[in-house]
C-alpha cells in the first residue's frame, strides 16, 4: 500500500468521498452531490489530496485545504476516509510527518490515529463537540417572551451581495469577543458559508447579537449564534433561533455543533429540546517548532 498526493481528483473519487463520509470517519461535508462538491473543493485556493492506493484501488482518501490565518499557515483536513483502518491511519502519519502547517481534523473517534505517533516538536490539542438535532417546526413555535425593543434584518451572503461596513464591523465586534483569530478569521468565515444566511439582532441600530446558517437538501445548518454578553438572558438567542425557522418552514431539521466545554451553551440548546446526534472530536497538531 502507498501513499500518493495529487493536486486533483476524478469524479469517481469524489463519489467515494462522499460515500465514505459517514461513521467511523464523519467528518461534516455538508452536500453529498458530487458536482456541487467539485465546485465547493474548486474554490479553495490551495488544496491537495492524499490517497492510500493499494495494487491500483483507492483504500482511503484525505483532503487538505491550506489558508492563511494571520502569519500562521493552517492544514484543514477532510477525513479520513475509507472502510480500513490502517489505510486511514497512514493517511494521517503521511501528512502528520510532512505537512509544516498546523493541522486541524474534525470527526469522530479522531484520537484513534494519534496514539503511536511520536509527538517531538508536535503537541496535540484536543476538544470535544456533539452533533445536535431538532424539528425546524417545534423550533418555529418557541416562545420568546417580550423582545419587542429588538429588531431582526435578514442577509442573504453570496459574491455579489456584500455586508455593509455598519453590519460587518458591528458582527465582527460580537465574534471578536467571543472567538479568536480577529478579521481575518471573520473574513475566512464569511467566504467559507458563501450563500449562507445571516440573521442579524439590533436594539437601537446597535447589533447585539447574530447567527449564521445554511441550507442544504431538507436540513439547516447553524453554524454560529453570538449574543452580546450584555443582552443575554433576554431571549435573543431564542429569537434569532425562531426566525430562523420561521423562514424556513419548508425546511425538516436543524443540525448544529456544541463545544462540550462550552456547558451554558449546552443547557440553551437542550431547553430548546435539541437531541444529540453524534459526538465529534477536533485536533489540532501545532506546527514544527522551528517553523
Known amino acids: ?30 452536500s453529498d452531490n458530487v458536482d456541487e462538491m467539485i465546485q465547493d473543493i474548486s474554490e479553495m485556493d ?10 491500483d484501488k483507492l483504500t482511503g482518501i484525505l483532503l487538505v485545504e491550506r489558508y ?4 500562521r499557515w493552517i492544514a484543514e483536513t477532510w477525513g479520513p476516509f475509507g472502510n480500513d483502518f490502517k489505510s486511514r491511519q497512514m493517511l494521517v502519519c503521511y501528512l502528520y510527518e510532512r505537512e509544516s502547517s498546523e493541522i486541524h481534523f474534525f470527526g469522530t473517534n479522531l484520537t484513534q490515529y ?35 425593543h429588538v429588531e431582526m434584518q435578514t442577509y442573504q451572503l453570496s459574491h455579489d451581495a456584500v455586508l455593509t461596513d455598519t453590519v460587518k464591523s458591528g458582527c465582527l465586534k460580537l465574534f471578536n469577543a467571543n ?6 478569521a471573520f473574513d475566512t468565515i464569511l467566504a467559507d458559508y458563501d450563500q449562507s444566511t445571516m440573521i442579524c439582532c439590533f436594539s437601537n441600530q446597535q447589533i447585539v447579537g447574530f447567527n449564521l446558517y445554511a441550507r442544504d437538501g431538507e436540513d439547516l445548518f447553524l ?18 433561533v425562531k426566525t430562523m425557522c ?34 465529534l472530536e477536533s485536533v489540532s497538531v501545532q506546527a514544527k517548532i522551528n517553523d
Not at 9 to 22: E, R
Not at 249 to 277: M, S
Request: glycine share 6%.
Open 179 to 184: 472567538f479568536p483569530g480577529g478579521s481575518a
Open 246 to 279: 420561521l423562514q424556513n418552514l419548508d425546511q425538516k431539521k436543524v443540525h448544529l455543533n456544541w463545544p462540550l466545554r462550552k456547558q451554558a451553551a449546552g443547557d440553551f440548546y437542550t431547553g430548546l429540546h435539541f437531541k444529540a446526534e453524534r459526538t
Open 1 to 30: 500500500m502507498v501513499i500518493k498526493r495529487f493536486e486533483t481528483a476524478s469524479n469517481t473519487w469524489m463519489t467515494y468521498l462522499i460515500d465514505h463520509n459517514h461513521e467511523p470517519t464523519f467528518c461534516g461535508f455538508v
Open 114 to 148: 494519534f496514539a503511536k505517533l511520536s509527538r517531538k516538536n508536535r503537541s496535540l490539542k484536543t476538544t470535544g463537540h456533539r452533533r445536535l438535532i431538532a424539528d425546524v417546526t417545534r423550533l418555529s413555535q418557541l416562545a420568546t417572551g417580550d423582545t419587542c
Open 223 to 240: 453554524n454560529y449564534i453570538i449574543v452580546d454578553d450584555h443582552y443575554r438572558h433576554q431571549g435573543i438567542a431564542r429569537s434569532l
Open 68 to 71: 492563511q490565518e494571520n502569519s
Open 46 to 55: 490551495d488544496h491537495y489530496f492524499l490517497c492510500s492506493i493499494d495494487e
